[in-house]
């Protein structure tokens, strides 16, 4: 809960995020630019955070990992930086 306490503390919703790799669970494609507009309710593990996105008229958690912000605050640059900096790890 550490994490999703931190992202949900440091991220500016809502921003916009460009999906950077297609996922099994998500219906994002590769170069897509979606709104971002919260932390998914979705139990969030060690290695999966998920956030709501506006898509096709409708809101859905997809993981974190799968986005990079599009001209993010210092803060929500930062925080997602160190998400996918802790994944890689």
């Not at 809960?1 to 999906?19: K, N, Q, S, T, V």
């Not at 956030?51 to 974190?64: C, F, H, K, N």
């Not at 160190?82 to 994944?87: F, G, R, T």
């Amino acid at each position: 809960m550490g994490w999703y306490a931190y992202l949900d503390d440091i991220l500016d919703f809502p921003f916009e995020g460009r999906c950077i790799e297609q996922r099994e669970e998500s219906p994002l494609e590769e170069g897509k630019t979606v709104r971002v507009v919260g932390m998914s309710p979705t139990d969030p593990t060690l290695r999966q955070m998920f956030v709501t996105v506006e898509w096709m008229d409708r809101e859905l958690g997809v993981p974190l990992e799968q986005l990079e912000p599009v001209k993010p605050n210092d803060n929500t640059k930062q925080a997602i930086d160190d998400w996918h900096y802790w994944l890689e790890r």
